[in-house]
């Protein structure tokens, strides 16, 4: 089985930072896409940040230059650098990895999530 678990939350003020790491475990042939989601009480899951196997990105026009995404293939992890938080961060983060079982030639793909991990932010 494949999981995913996450660590790095908890509180913090704003303008503040924290780091999350997502470290997947299991048995597949390769883990292409990853990414972080997050979703606030009473919203939706909404995506913030994604990253491809070779490292090409893309953010949620909210994150505005304020977090970074970025990955270990070798240790089959996803980090997510946040800084200057702001209030409006406040939710459970969630990793996500697009995983292929099999061989390139003939493989299934699915989308695995992580536990998810509390972020605060106090005003």
């Known amino acids: 089985q494949v999981q995913l678990v996450e660590s790095g939350g908890g509180l913090v003020q704003a303008g503040g930072s924290l780091g999350l790491s997502c470290a997947a475990s299991?048995?597949?042939?390769?883990?292409?896409?990853m990414g972080w989601y997050r979703q606030a009480p009473g919203k939706q899951r909404e995506l913030v940040a994604t990253?491809?196997?070779?490292?090409?990105?893309a953010y949620a026009d909210s994150v505005g230059g304020r977090f970074t995404i970025s990955r270990d293939n070798a240790k089959n992890t996803v980090y997510l650098q946040m800084n200057s938080l702001k209030p409006e961060d406040t939710a459970v983060y969630y990793c996500?990895?697009?995983?292929?079982?099999?061989?390139?030639?003939?493989?299934?793909?699915?989308?695995?999530w992580g536990q998810g991990t509390q972020v605060t932010v106090s005003s």
């Open positions: 299991g048995s597949f042939f390769r883990i292409d896409a």
């Open positions: 990253i491809t196997r070779i490292r090409d990105t």
């Open positions: 996500n990895a697009k995983v292929l079982k099999g061989s390139t030639a003939y493989y299934t793909a699915s989308d695995y």
